[in-house]
């Protein structure tokens, strides 16, 4: 239960910072995962066991992700209303995302394990795990890009959606749930309730449509 504390720790050092440090390089989820990963690295323990270690947490992911609903019940009118453009602003953002992975990672000459685990990066890292087995690349792999792939959006999509001036809330959460999924809509959250519920709707469209993708090609590639 050692890594438990570790990680429990190590996020609430990256609540800390946040609230001493307006910047978004000051991210939880970025902090704690450095701290974890410099401690498994000194320390020299192998990722799977971390992993092993960490289960209760892990078996939280899921009913984190559900709870994430909570907003869509409560702005549902709103939502309602604009379904067709958040439905269509969605399904292009993951649409995008998934193209960029797949020419990057070849660009990039990356080897065949992490092309295949870059297929579901898009998704929340609870559904690149359950889809790993289809796209024949390695779980966690799978799972680390997913979470970094979200990290990432988290970081840069704020200040590139306000320097291309999209101000909306709809819109921003949409933009940023749809390729940062659950790290990203954590982000989007702290922007209002607004863009945090469209995220949450961006974040789902994203876990449907990789896994449709999934179940068209299957584990094709290198």
Known sequence: ???VMV???AFAAGMLTQLRVRSPLANP???GTLIVAAALLLTRVPYDTYLHDVQPLSALLTPAVVALAVPLYRLRALLARQWRALLIGGLTGTTLGVMVDTLLARALHLSPDAQRALHTAPATSPVALQLAPFTHAPPALAA???VLSGLIGALILPALLTALRVRHPLARGI???SVAHGVGTARAREEGEQTGAASSIGM???????TLIVAVVGGSGP
Do not use: C, Q, S
């Open 204 to 210: 789902g469209l994203a876990a449907i449509l990789v």
């Open 1 to 3: 239960m050692i890594w």
């Open 175 to 177: 933009a940023i749930g």
């Open 144 to 146: 680390t890009l997913a």
């Open 7 to 9: 990680t429990l720790l």
């Open 29 to 31: 989820t970025l902090i």
